[in-house]
T-cell receptor, first 116, second 110 residues
Framework: DTAVSQTPKYLVTQMGNDKSIKCEQNLGHDTMYWYKQDSKKFLKIMFSYNNKELIINETVPNRFSPKSPDKAHLNLHINSLELGDSAVYFC???????????????FGPGTRLTVT | GENVEQHPSTLSVQEGDSAVIKCTYSDSASNYFPWYKQELGKRPQLIIDIRSNVGEKKDQRIAVTLNKTAKHFSLHITETQPEDSAVYFCAASRWGNLIFGKGTKLSVKP
């Protein structure tokens, strides 16, 4: 029984394309997140989202957009893909909402995106 | 915003020795400090965490200490085993978003 799942696991695409990564959690958590892990293994927050608030890291290009059809899902849409978007993208979720300060975050298995 | 520094970037120990990884943070309002272990090709896994109202927490061979005054926290692994080899990340949080250190690659030699 997977807690946080992502699809696809691998995604290879060409520059300029638009792609989506899906994330689902069955933990009943309130908040979901997207992180980017670059080639140097550095983990950086991209978005956090609950049913009330979307917080966007100001360094994230507006080509990236999170979309949440319901509380258990947070998908990541990327437009006009660039070479520099190649990375591993991790979804995560936590019980407490943003603003309640303290969260235990659980990560999905990651999606390795390669842009050629 | 918050900035987390982590040292060392690589650490090699003999099996059975102890390993210590140190992190400092910049935002005095941060109040939650988790540690994650990431094996090659896998997801980061939460191994231990500490909140700002606690100075130390232990779970079997793993312990974390927090010095709020100095704004630093450390991960201690005792009696290291080869399966402890991985990249370890510290993080700090105030409003939910985790700000990660750059990671420490721990190698435990049998």
């Amino acid at each position: 029984d997977t807690a946080v799942s992502q699809t696809p696991k691998y995604l290879v695409t060409q520059m300029g394309n638009d792609k989506s990564i899906k994330c689902e959690q069955n933990l009943g958590h309130d908040t979901m997140y997207w992180y980017k892990q670059d080639s140097k293994k550095f983990l950086k927050i991209m978005f956090s989202y609950n049913n009330k608030e979307l917080i966007i890291n100001e360094t994230v290009p507006n080509r990236f957009s999170p979309k949440s059809p319901d509380k258990a899902h947070l998908n990541l849409h990327i437009n006009s893909l660039e070479l520099g978007d190649s990375a591993v993208y991790f979804c995560a979720s936590s019980q407490d909402g943003v603003g309640l300060a303290i969260n235990k975050q659980y990560f999905g298995p990651g999606t390795r995106l390669t842009v050629t | 915003g918050e900035n987390v520094e982590q040292h060392p970037s690589t650490l090699s120990v003999q099996e059975g020795d102890s390993a210590v990884i140190k992190c400092t943070y910049s935002d005095s309002a941060s109040n939650y400090f988790p540690w994650y272990k990431q094996e090659l090709g896998k997801r980061p896994q939460l191994i231990i965490d500490i909140r700002s109202n606690v100075g130390e927490k232990k779970d079997q061979r793993i312990a974390v200490t927090l010095n709020k005054t100095a704004k630093h926290f450390s991960l201690h692994i005792t009696e290291t085993q080869p399966e402890d080899s991985a990249v370890y990340f510290c993080a700090a949080s105030r409003w939910g978003n985790l700000i990660f250190g750059k990671g420490t690659k721990l190698s435990v030699k049998p």
